[in-house]
């Protein structure tokens, strides 16, 4: 099974997004970004993959996903995991992308295509 890092809260600034993990036992010094993301229909969660020896995911629940809503180039996306920042490069594109192929696409479930229009795209 596949580690997996959940963000539990998010938080805005001018030229950052800020994701806080909750506390994991999982060695995060060596782990860089993939610049790749999928989808957890059952959880209702965007996952982002980090490489290390293993794949990691990063769980961004929809709990969280109105604060992506307005990302750009200019924005630069962190997750803050046992205090150490990571910086999630590619999550605007991806998330896009994700977000396109969502839209109306009953293949990702109903709950989270509906979560998605509602959020993203209202």
């Known amino acids: 099974m596949r580690k997996k890092i959940m963000i539990e809260s998010a938080e805005r600034t001018e030229r ?18 993939k610049q790749h993301m999928l989808v957890d229909s059952d959880e209702l969660a965007f996952l982002y993959i980090l490489e290390g020896e293993d794949y990691v995911y990063v769980s961004i629940p929809h709990t969280v996903w109105s604060s992506c ?35 109306g696409n009953a293949n990702y479930g109903e709950e989270l295509v509906n979560k998605v229009e509602q959020i993203f795209l209202a």
């Not at 996306?77 to 977000?99: H, P």
């Open 16 to 33: 950052a997004l800020i994701f806080y993990a909750k506390p994991v036992d999982i060695q995060v010094d060596d782990l860089r970004a």
């Open 69 to 103: 809503k307005e990302l750009n180039e200019h924005v630069k996306v962190v997750a803050l995991i046992n205090n150490v920042e990571i910086e999630l490069e590619g999550l605007q594109e991806e998330l896009a992308y994700l977000i396109a192929n969502i839209e």
